[in-house]
């Protein structure tokens, strides 16, 4: 069974940072794509930032320039460093992953509150 934790999520002052883990296990297919998504209250669930494989990234473009995806060498951690933080960063968070065969798996998300 395919298991995807998060973790770092809490709350910030607004410019300071956090950042969050997503722990893969379980996984029998090799991973293609990790991804940090994001759902503000009352809003739809947003990509934040993806890394392929072969360490390709993308980013939103509300978070370019101060967040940061990042994955570990064995492939089974995905990071996200945010710093410069904003009350509009204010969400739940969740890891992503789509394994080679197509099938993608969540995380159960971890909340992120910038506040004074």
């Known amino acids: 069974q395919v298991q995807l934790v998060e973790s770092g999520g809490g709350l910030v002052q607004p410019g300071g940072s956090l950042r969050l883990s997503c722990l893969v296990s379980g996984n029998r297919f090799s991973i293609n794509r990790m991804a940090w998504y994001r759902q503000a209250p009352g809003k739809e669930r947003d990509l934040v930032a993806t890394?392929?494989?072969?360490?390709?990234?993308n980013y939103a473009d509300s978070v370019k320039g101060r967040f940061t995806i990042s994955r570990d060498g064995t492939k089974k951690t995905v990071y996200l460093q945010m710093n410069s933080l904003k009350p509009e960063d204010t969400a739940v968070y969740y890891c992503q992953i789509t394994t080679w065969n197509s099938s993608t798996y969540w995380g159960q998300g971890t909340q992120v509150t910038v506040s004074s």
């Open positions: 890394v392929t494989s072969g360490g390709s990234t």
